[in-house]
């Protein structure tokens, strides 16, 4: 579990190889939130897990609590532990690559991230723990886009924002806010790259010729957007 010690050592050593390892302009941390969906939680647990025998104790031990007993404190304590990994990180990164970029995908709305995946990303931008956040702005609603991107906008003194946008879907929606976001931000990062080009990724996406004519009429429907 995250919440184990020897667990955060062995994601930090695993990042540590990657940035002393390989050349890298940077590292990404895609999924540094706890896993609130199957397959990485139980299926009916929702956001109250882990209850293992170990973390309890952990818990106990750093609280004098069960979860039961203060649900607030239990949030915070599971929302203390993603970011001490992120620290963790941080601190490997600034020791054994300086000058490699350190940047994160994080929750289009910061306190419901907090909320529903204990990632506290306004928290990292404050300590200065990452150098770069894409937020996954996700939804068919542009409006709804809109007024997060407005929101995110409001952070760019502190850290440089990326904006994250969503390529499947209606054409004609999708081709709106990428000209928003590329207006807004001076770069954005495009999800995913599966949903416009054939990959050998047969688990995400079907790799058939109905699938790849999709793919192909999705590019040819979006990429004219990104042209200056």
Known sequence: MLFRSEVRDHVVAVCEELVTRYELDGLHLDYIRFPQEPPATPVGSGSD???DARTLELYRAATGLAPDDDARAWDGWRTAQVTALVRAIRAMVDERA????LSAAVGSELSHAVEAYHQDAG?????????LVMPMNYTSDTELFAERMARWQ????RV?????VMVKG?????????????????????FAYHDLWDSRNEILTTQDDDATLERALRRGGLLWTLIP
Request: proline share 7%.
């Open 49 to 51: 897990w882990p209850r």
């Open 98 to 101: 300086p000058g490699t970029a």
């Open 123 to 131: 928290a990292w931008i404050d300590e200065g723990l990452i150098d």
């Open 154 to 157: 409001g952070w760019t003194d």
């Open 160 to 164: 440089e924002v990326v904006m994250g």
């Open 170 to 190: 209606e054409t004609e929606v999708r081709s709106e806010q990428l000209r928003l976001a590329t207006r807004a931000f001076p770069r954005i990062a495009v």
